[in-house]
């Protein structure tokens, strides 16, 4: 028997707040979560200072790992790396939010 996790606002935060500890390269400067539940599909979006860097992705590709292991075998990732614009609205729920533009990786 399968046991669906109780996905709400909380959970999600929850989830992408744990899985970023330590995965959070210099030049990320906001993290994104939401979840379609009728689709099982749960949504992240790493926006960077600039274009990322391969490690900066990795670091945050970890944290999807982490995220997905919250999850039932069933459900699906869709995973965006950006460099931060003002025309990439934020996901549902943010959950990381840097102050400031640090390039350095």
Do not use: Q
């Not at 992408?16 to 992240?44: C, Q």
């Not at 970890?62 to 995973?79: H, N, Q, Y």
């Not at 790396?81 to 025309?87: G, I």
Request: glycine residues 4%.
């Amino acid at each position: 028997m399968t046991v669906e996790p109780p996905v709400g606002e909380a959970f999600l935060r929850a989830s992408l707040g744990r899985a970023l500890h330590g995965n959070s390269p210099a030049t990320l400067l906001r993290a994104s979560i939401e979840a379609d539940v009728p689709a099982k599909v749960v949504r992240l979006l790493f926006e960077y200072a600039r274009r990322p860097s391969y490690e900066a992705r990795e670091f945050c590709s970890i944290a999807t790992t982490e995220v997905v292991a919250d999850f039932g075998a069933d459900w699906s990732l869709d995973e965006r790396h950006e460099a931060a614009h003002a025309d990439v609205p934020p996901l549902a729920f943010v959950v990381y939010h840097r102050v400031g533009r640090d390039s350095s990786d």
